[in-house]
């Protein structure tokens, strides 16, 4: 069983580039795509291969989502020294490889570069319409859905800027596949804190090279992937660097003797204390933080999402960085922390994390508050038939390979190949597979879509063959 070895040992070739239009049958179920990142690009291949007609919108008019530098549509996080966490071929989709000369951890323009090539060599870049927003997503009257879209496109007779270069319609749908990210919408702390302070405040969101960093006085906020990069850029780059950790963080190197630290990997239907015990091995021989200054953290490696670092320590033992613990009040010019110790600020980064967001659809239909969303399979809500999550997902490895295993299977569904169980079904295993995620990590916003790369590749997969064989309604999705 392919699923059974781990995702980087399956993955060997490349499938044969697609040199002739696939027409949609239209016969299947239409299809709207929300999206144009990773996820997004992953759906709309699976839709275009499989022949099942759909529209994918994306806001901006580039592809790429969070890969694509100053990406036009305002709501990419890419800064300019942002690399993959992930292991090149651990992050690439099954059939179609990243280029061998990349290094170990490609970089975010070799991403995009990556992204562009998969779109071109599976032809179906004509399928993506930019410069479209979904502003809304409903349920249909008759069932299916009903998604508003404005065309933010002007035309060559629209003086620039005009109001009138939008133009809203609505179109009909039988499904949905949301696949709009969530690493966009910043998430600041609420409350704040108390005191004022003097100086500029930004987010690691809108953070984009150590420019911003240039010569001053920074406090970086949080102790996740980004605020390690940014922390070791300002070393570089600032006059002084402050990193306040409220919460100890096991910081994993991304390179054990010589190779990607997570080429070490079990196959998917090792138990997950196996996998704890991989991420501990990893965990010691990357060597603790604590005698630069942070915090023991109060969980074990991989009950939290893990943080990668190699040029950290580094930055740390040369004092090129001072640790700090949570902030306490801001004062004016300065930063005061728990401990009463303070350090002068002009410039404070909140690495603090995002909210889940979906701006097109009313809360009383989908929502995730406090970032919670339980879903079947963490991509079909039981109450919401037609509608799928891609890259709604949190994984202890890449997105790409999910989201594209997720794309499968919503394809499955409406072509008929595979058939979802009945509601109640849905529920009770959506339920149960979400309290089993939720107790291998501690609990905070940060996991609550966490789940472990190969084990659930290995469980849909196991799902995909489940349903072939209940198959009471080939073809149809429920209204």
């Known amino acids: ?126 399928t993506i319409t930019f410069n479209t927003e979904v502003t809304q997503v409903r349920r249909g009257e008759r069932g299916g859905w009903d998604v508003d879209i404005r065309s933010t496109a002007a035309s060559e007779h629209t003086p620039a800027g005009s109001s009138e270069s939008a133009v809203t319609e609505t ?156 902030i306490e009040r801001l004062d004016g010019d300065r930063v005061v922390f728990t401990d009463g110790s303070q350090a002068p600020a002009d410039l404070i980064v909140w690495a603090t994390g995002y909210r889940v967001n979906f701006p097109f659809f009313d809360s009383d239909l989908i929502s995730a508050e406090g970032n919670d969303l339980p879903l079947f399979k963490r991509m079909i809500h039981p109450d919401q038939p037609g509608l799928f999550f891609i890259g709604l997902l949190q994984p202890v490895g890449a997105v790409m390979p999910l989201a594209e295993a997720q794309s499968r299977m919503a394809v499955k569904v409406l072509t008929g190949e595979y058939e979802l169980p009945n509601r109640a079904e849905m529920t009770r295993r959506m339920h149960e597979d979400d309290r089993r995620n939720k107790r291998q990590f501690y609990d905070s916003p940060r996991h609550t879509m966490q789940v472990d790369f190969d084990h659930y590749l290995l469980e849909l997969e196991r799902e995909m063959r489940t349903g072939r064989q209940r198959d009471p309604r080939r073809g149809k999705v429920a209204a």
């Not at 980087?8 to 709207?32: F, G, S, W, Y």
């Not at 795509?33 to 099942?52: C, E, Q, R």
């Not at 099954?94 to 991403?111: L, N, R």
Request: charged fraction near 20%; charge should be neutral.
């Open 1 to 126: 069983m392919m699923c059974d070895m781990p995702y980087n040992v399956r993955q060997k070739h490349q499938a044969p580039k697609v040199t002739t239009e696939i027409p949609a049958d239209p016969a299947l179920p239409q299809v709207c795509v929300i999206g144009a990142g990773a996820s997004g690009i992953a759906a709309a291949k699976a839709l275009y291969t499989a022949g099942v007609p759909f529209d994918c919108f994306e806001k901006g008019s580039e592809f790429g989502g969070n890969w694509l530098f100053d990406n036009p549509n305002g709501v990419s996080a890419c800064y300019e020294t942002l690399q993959i966490n992930t292991s090149c071929p651990r992050m690439a989709f099954s059939d179609f490889p990243m280029p061998a000369d990349y290094p170990h951890y490609a970089s975010h323009d070799q991403v995009y570069a990556y992204f562009r090539d998969y779109v071109d060599h599976f032809g179906f870049d004509h």
């Open 171 to 326: 179109r009909h749908y039988d499904a949905v596949m949301v696949a709009n990210g969530h690493h966009w919408d910043a998430r600041w702390p609420d409350p704040g804190y108390p005191g004022h302070f003097d100086g500029e405040q930004i987010h690691a969101h809108d953070y984009r090279s150590g420019d911003q960093l240039e010569g001053r006085d920074v406090v970086v906020v949080g102790a996740g992937n980004s605020a390690m990069d940014i922390a070791v850029e300002g070393s570089h780059r600032a006059r002084r660097v402050n990193l306040s950790i409220r919460r100890g963080q096991w910081v994993m190197k991304k390179t054990l003797f010589g190779m990607a630290a997570d080429q070490i990997a079990l196959p998917g239907w090792a138990p997950w204390w196996a996998t704890g015990i991989r991420l501990r091995l990893a965990a010691l021989l990357s060597g603790g933080l604590r005698r630069y200054g942070l915090p023991t953290p109060g969980h074990k490696p991989g009950q939290s999402h893990p943080v990668q670092s190699d040029a950290i320590r580094d930055r740390l033992g040369a004092g090129a960085i001072t640790t700090r613990p949570g």
